[in-house]
């Protein structure tokens, strides 16, 4: 099966079509202003500046980050580290299995086999999502997992103490006597030595969310030795998909998103978190603490070697991975699995203030999520009743073109006006021609023009204006398509997969062909030929250009919603409004070749 490309994961793509779309805007605008440069200005708007995150550091909600605890520091513990107090456990002999065994935990959503060697995760299986192959998902990135460490490992400052932890045979403990647990169910391993004790506990429910204790003591004092997912995730198979990796972690309202270019390897977080983890397009590793209050984490980042296209050549992938806990004793939640937003909205986080009390925040809507959320609400609800998210968006894409139908009706009523003052506003630039741009003379042009604006209700940019508020959508839907796993690997007629590009190109061309007919239906009056140019080549192919590779999902709207407009124009242009328009525009045509 060809592999699954997901565009939004190239590295700029937001920036690049964010870019397009306000250069649409630059275009729309400057053509109509070009053209009445001498109408009044409308006041530009000024937005206010934002502060970057710096590169090589994470910030943090509380404070600034500790410097990571030494050594010798990490070897000895902490008696009086961040984190709930708790009894340490008291130092056993040495307690430990004699050969590695396995453990498989599942329940209706995945299948879990941990390894008694480290107990720790070997397979994460997630069984209602695919591969690139077509075969159940497992969410543990074998490649660097094998360098970096499994899931619920260990991640201690020590590195000698980390091997050891994360090497030892544990002795398991469940309340199953044979070898696969099916939730509810729960899961704990020893292991103890003359210096260490260890013990690790997991819950499993009927959700992807699975309960962590885990309790380390060094010499009878609380180690600092967190939980951890330090490998990144199974569907990362490309660069692209690695680049698309994040540090994420929420304070009440607040959610922050961090590149991974942005975060340095080893560095140590601690403040009060509601959640923290990392994430990648689809798929997210989250630990959400009992007790938030001075949570440590350490950002983990690594390189592994992808296969190029030469058999001979690897190319370097930066992988993400996070430790979190409470020195010594740790009790949290892990939630592995999809950033589906109706698996995430129904996992509770009671710590959070100020904010819906669950893991919604981890689908990121954009900018624009005012829009792009209720948009992929109303997709959802679509497709419950059609059963296929491509047909979903036909008929989304259908009703959103017919609730624009008013703008474009208005649309031809101001290019009709427009049409009807050309007379008197040629005449009244021809009354003050002679004068220069600096003299003050010329304002009284500028007010002339606007009574005679104002007199005959003309709106010099209500032209543009349904091509204006069709952007919000077309940047909803990018964002929608790039976060919204349920359309991942959605099919549609020929297409595979709606979240990525169309394998035939056909839609991008249907798209190009119909914005070029459109442009060529739709009245333009007095535009002079290098605008018209503009409107009705250059920028059908520019569009055509970025929008080549974009998601298939994202070209059938457009595509669509031009094709409507186009069937909207034909019906409009044999209105009287319309017929009058083309008389208009005739009569100055045989004027003008007359001349």
Same mark, same amino acid.
């Given at each position: 099966?060809?592999?699954?490309?997901?565009?939004?994961?190239?590295?700029?793509?937001?920036?690049?079509?964010?870019?397009?779309?306000?250069?649409?805007?630059?275009?729309?605008?400057?053509?109509?202003?070009?053209?009445?440069?001498?109408?009044?200005?409308?006041?530009?708007?000024?937005?206010?500046?934002?502060?970057?995150?710096?590169?090589?550091?994470?910030?943090?909600?509380?404070?600034?980050?500790?410097?990571?605890?030494?050594?010798?520091? &990490?070897?000895?513990?902490?008696?009086?580290?961040?984190?709930?107090?708790?009894?340490?456990?008291?130092?056993?002999?040495?307690?430990?299995?004699?050969?590695?065994?396995?453990?498989?935990?599942?329940?209706?959503?995945?299948?879990?086999?941990?390894?008694?060697?480290?107990?720790?995760?070997?397979?994460?299986?997630?069984?209602?999502?695919?591969?690139?192959?077509?075969?159940?998902?497992?969410?543990?990135?074998?490649?660097?997992?094998?360098?970096?460490?499994?899931?619920?490992?260990?991640?201690?400052?020590?590195?000698?103490?980390?091997?050891?932890?994360?090497?030892?045979?544990?002795?398991?403990?469940?309340?199953?006597?044979?070898?696969?647990?099916?939730?509810?169910?729960?899961?704990?391993?020893?292991?103890? /030595?003359?210096?260490?004790?260890?013990?690790?506990?997991?819950?499993? /429910?009927?959700?992807?969310?699975?309960?962590? %204790?885990?309790?380390?003591?060094?010499?009878?004092?609380?180690?600092?030795?967190?939980?951890?997912?330090?490998?990144?995730?199974? /569907?990362?198979?490309?660069?692209?998909?690695?680049?698309?990796?994040?540090?994420?972690?929420?304070?009440?309202?607040?959610?922050?998103?961090?590149?991974?270019?942005?975060?340095?390897?080893?560095?140590?977080?601690?403040?009060?978190?509601?959640?923290?983890?990392?994430?990648?397009?689809?798929?997210?590793?989250?630990?959400?603490?009992?007790?938030?209050?001075?949570?440590? $984490?350490?950002?983990?980042?690594?390189?592994?070697?992808?296969?190029?296209?030469?058999?001979?050549? %690897?190319?370097?992938?930066?992988?993400?991975?996070? $430790?979190?806990?409470?020195?010594?004793?740790?009790?949290?939640?892990?939630?592995?699995?999809?950033?589906?937003?109706?698996?995430?909205?129904?996992?509770?986080?009671?710590?959070?203030?100020?904010?819906?009390?669950?893991?919604?925040?981890?689908?990121?809507?954009?900018?624009?999520?005012?829009?792009?959320?209720?948009?992929?609400?109303?997709?959802?609800?679509?497709?419950?009743?059609?059963?296929?998210?491509?047909?979903?968006?036909?008929?989304?894409?259908?009703?959103?073109?017919?609730?624009?139908?008013?703008?474009?009706?208005?649309?031809?009523?101001?290019?009709?006006?427009?049409?009807?003052?050309?007379?008197?506003?040629?005449?009244?630039?021809?009354?003050?021609?002679?004068?220069?741009?600096?003299?003050?003379?010329?304002?009284?042009?500028?007010?002339?023009?606007?009574?005679?604006?104002?007199?005959?209700?003309?709106?010099?940019?209500?032209?543009?204006?349904?091509?204006?508020?069709?952007?919000?959508?077309?940047?909803?839907?990018?964002?929608?398509?790039?976060?919204?796993?349920?359309?991942?690997?959605?099919?549609?007629?020929?297409?595979?997969?709606?979240?990525?590009?169309?394998?035939?190109?056909?839609?991008?061309?249907?798209?190009?062909?119909?914005?070029?007919?459109?442009?060529?239906?739709?009245?333009?009056?007095?535009?002079?030929?290098?605008?018209?140019?503009?409107?009705?080549?250059?920028?059908?192919?520019?569009?055509?250009?970025?929008?080549?590779?974009?998601? &298939?999902?994202?070209?059938?709207?457009?595509?669509?919603?031009?094709?409507?407009?186009?069937?909207?124009?034909?019906?409009?242009?044999?209105?009287?409004?319309?017929?009058?328009?083309?008389?208009?525009?005739?009569?100055?045509?045989?004027?003008?070749?007359?001349?």
């Amino acid at each position: 099966m060809p592999e699954y490309k997901n565009p939004q994961n190239e590295p700029g793509m937001d920036r690049n079509l964010l870019f397009v779309f306000l250069l649409m805007a630059v275009v729309i605008f400057g053509s109509q202003l070009l053209f009445k440069k001498n109408a009044p200005q409308p006041p530009s708007t000024a937005h206010p500046s934002q502060q970057p995150i710096q590169p090589g550091a994470a910030s943090t909600p509380a404070s600034s980050a500790p410097a990571a605890p030494s050594l010798a520091a &990490a070897a000895q513990g902490s008696k009086t580290g961040a984190g709930k107090k708790s009894a340490p456990v008291p130092r056993q002999i040495t307690r430990q299995a004699s050969s590695e065994s396995q453990i498989v935990v599942e329940n209706d959503l995945y299948k879990i086999t941990f390894t008694n060697r480290g107990a720790q995760a070997k397979s994460w299986v997630l069984k209602k999502f695919a591969d690139d192959q077509g075969k159940p998902l497992d969410l543990v990135n074998s490649a660097a997992a094998a360098k970096y460490g499994y899931p619920l490992s260990l991640w201690t400052y020590d590195e000698g103490l980390r091997t050891k932890v994360n090497s030892a045979l544990y002795i398991p403990n469940s309340n199953s006597p044979t070898e696969t647990l099916t939730a509810p169910a729960d899961l704990s391993f020893e292991y103890s /030595d003359a210096d260490v004790t260890v013990r690790k506990t997991f819950h499993f /429910d009927q959700s992807y969310v699975v309960g962590v %204790n885990t309790s380390v003591v060094l010499n009878d004092s609380p180690a600092w030795a967190f939980p951890a997912w330090p490998s990144g995730f199974g /569907d990362q198979t490309t660069i692209p998909a690695y680049a698309a990796g994040q540090l994420e972690y929420q304070v009440n309202n607040t959610t922050e998103r961090v590149a991974l270019k942005k975060v340095s390897g080893g560095n140590t977080l601690h403040g009060t978190y509601d959640w923290t983890g990392i994430t990648d397009t689809y798929f997210a590793a989250v630990f959400i603490p009992d007790n938030p209050d001075n949570l440590t $984490a350490v950002t983990l980042r690594g390189v592994i070697d992808l296969p190029g296209s030469n058999p001979n050549e %690897n190319k370097p992938a930066e992988i993400l991975g996070i $430790a979190a806990g409470q020195p010594g004793q740790s009790s949290q939640r892990l939630f592995a699995g999809p950033k589906a937003l109706q698996v995430l909205e129904a996992i509770r986080v009671p710590t959070i203030t100020g904010a819906e009390k669950d893991l919604r925040a981890l689908v990121n809507f954009g900018s624009l999520g005012l829009i792009a959320r209720p948009l992929f609400i109303w997709l959802r609800w679509t497709f419950n009743y059609v059963h296929n998210w491509g047909w979903a968006i036909v008929l989304q894409t259908i009703l959103i073109t017919i609730a624009l139908l008013p703008l474009r009706i208005t649309q031809m009523k101001s290019a009709l006006k427009m049409q009807r003052v050309q007379p008197q506003m040629k005449a009244i630039q021809e009354k003050y021609k002679k004068y220069t741009m600096r003299d003050p003379r010329k304002q009284d042009m500028q007010k002339e023009i606007a009574a005679l604006y104002k007199e005959h209700g003309v709106n010099p940019l209500g032209g543009c204006l349904p091509l204006l508020v069709q952007l919000p959508f077309l940047w909803a839907y990018y964002k929608m398509l790039g976060a919204a796993i349920d359309l991942r690997q959605a099919h549609w007629l020929w297409i595979r997969d709606l979240s990525s590009p169309d394998p035939i190109y056909l839609l991008p061309l249907v798209m190009v062909v119909s914005m070029v007919v459109m442009q060529r239906m739709t009245p333009q009056p007095g535009m002079d030929p290098a605008q018209q140019r503009m409107m009705n080549v250059v920028m059908p192919l520019m569009m055509g250009f970025i929008f080549f590779k974009l998601a &298939a999902g994202l070209n059938l709207y457009y595509a669509l919603s031009n094709l409507i407009m186009i069937a909207q124009q034909g019906v409009m242009n044999r209105t009287t409004l319309g017929r009058e328009m083309r008389e208009i525009a005739a009569k100055r045509a045989r004027k003008k070749n007359s001349s």
